[in-house]
């Protein structure tokens, strides 16, 4: 079992910046991909992210070029940079340990127009 906790979101304005940061708990951390996925308001939850277990990573189209995603296998943790934020970023954001199918309960990330 692993345990997924988000953190880092925040209210901030058109073109700013947030890094929002996925904490985990248990040994199989770095036996999972981890992907950084997103809900916003009526609409289904989508991917943004993911980066594997050596660290190749694959990235939305809508947020290719302003949001990098990494790791840090010996924190246990995984992170989501996102720059040039718009309106349409807003969303609950969650990640999840791919290969346990884990997910942490969230962030809200809003995005002032």
């Known amino acids: 079992q692993v345990q997924l906790v988000e953190s880092g979101g925040g209210l901030v304005q058109v073109g700013g910046s947030l890094r929002l940061s996925c904490a985990a708990s248990?040994?199989?951390?770095?036996?999972?991909?981890i992907g950084w996925y997103r809900q916003a308001p009526g609409k289904e939850r989508e991917l943004v992210a993911v980066?594997?277990?050596?660290?190749?990573?694959n990235y939305a189209t809508s947020v290719k070029g302003r949001f990098t995603i990494s790791r840090d296998n010996a924190r246990n943790t995984a992170y989501l940079q996102m720059n040039s934020l718009r309106p349409e970023d807003t969303a609950v954001y969650y990640c999840?340990?791919?290969?346990?199918?884990?997910w942490g309960q969230g962030t809200q990330v809003t995005v002032s127009s």
């Open positions: 999840c340990a791919l290969n346990s199918n884990y």
């Open positions: 248990g040994n199989t951390f770095r036996a999972n991909a």
């Open positions: 980066i594997n277990s050596g660290g190749g990573t």
